[in-house]
């Protein structure tokens, strides 16, 4: 149980253009989603919580208008990339919880965007 | 300071051997404790889940929490090849709503067969 997936695990896009990733938790309603960033050798940066039917709430120094994450429904958070440029190219990660406050996150394999 | 330090390493052993994988952290506020595994370009998995402290045991993982050191460890016994990876300790608190998770920088592991 508890199978987080992410779609696409690879995207290649042009600077400029919006991307989207989607997070969904296949088999637990998953009342929080967390955003996440790696860069290579480095730990796990997290961008953003996000609570179903509510805004996300994002860390010191993450951009909201740049990041745009979205938690329609209890399965599914999508984190749009927007404009994105070559900094942007990283490994993102998302994670999601149950409803219980002691469950621990659960993460998904990861989005590798490269922005050319 | 970090609030929670692990050593980058990286960590080669033997095959069969014991590997001892440790953070420390400054937080007394932490609560709960995990230990997930990362394979290269993969999201971390999972593996030992713990809030009190003491030991508590999975297969060939053992994972130590010493609440009073503020320090963490996870033993592997019988080290395989595939348990090659990136250890990422992880913990949070237990207060509120919104629970941040702080990572560790996470050790890479080799096992050498």
């Known amino acids: 149980g508890a199978v987080v997936s992410q779609h696409p695990s690879r995207v290649i896009c042009k600077s400029g253009t919006s991307v989207k990733i989607e997070c969904r938790s296949l088999?637990?309603?998953?009342?929080?989603m967390f955003w996440y960033r790696q860069f290579p050798k480095k730990s796990l940066m997290l961008m953003a919580t996000?609570?179903?039917?509510?805004?996300?709430?994002?860390e010191q120094g993450v951009e909201k208008d740049k990041f745009l994450i979205n938690h329609a429904s209890l399965t599914l958070s999508t984190l749009t990339v927007t404009s994105a440029h070559p900094e942007d190219s990283s490994f993102y990660i998302c994670?999601?919880?149950?409803?219980?406050?002691?469950?621990?996150?659960?993460f998904g394999p990861g989005t590798r965007l490269l922005v050319l | 300071q970090k609030e929670v330090e692990q050593d980058p390493g990286p960590l080669s052993v033997p095959e069969g051997a014991i590997v001892s994988l440790n953070c420390t952290y400054s937080?007394?506020?932490?609560?709960?404790f995990m230990w997930y595994r990362q394979y290269s370009r993969k999201g971390p998995e999972l593996l030992m889940y713990?809030?009190?402290?003491g030991n508590k045991e999975d297969g060939r993982f053992t994972a130590q929490v010493d609440k009073s050191s503020k320090y963490i460890s996870l033993f592997i016994r019988d080290s395989q090849p595939s348990d090659s990876a990136t250890y990422l300790c992880?913990?949070?608190?237990?207060?509120?709503?919104?629970?941040?998770?702080?990572f560790g920088t996470g050790t890479k592991l080799q096992v050498i067969p």
């Open positions: 996000s609570n179903e039917g509510s805004k996300a709430t994002y």
């Open positions: 992880a913990m949070r608190s237990r207060s509120g709503g919104y629970q941040k998770v702080t």
């Open positions: 713990t809030y009190s402290s």
């Open positions: 994670s999601a919880r149950g409803w219980q406050l002691t469950e621990t996150q659960y």
């Open positions: 937080n007394s506020a932490f609560q709960y």
């Open positions: 088999d637990f309603q998953a009342t929080t």
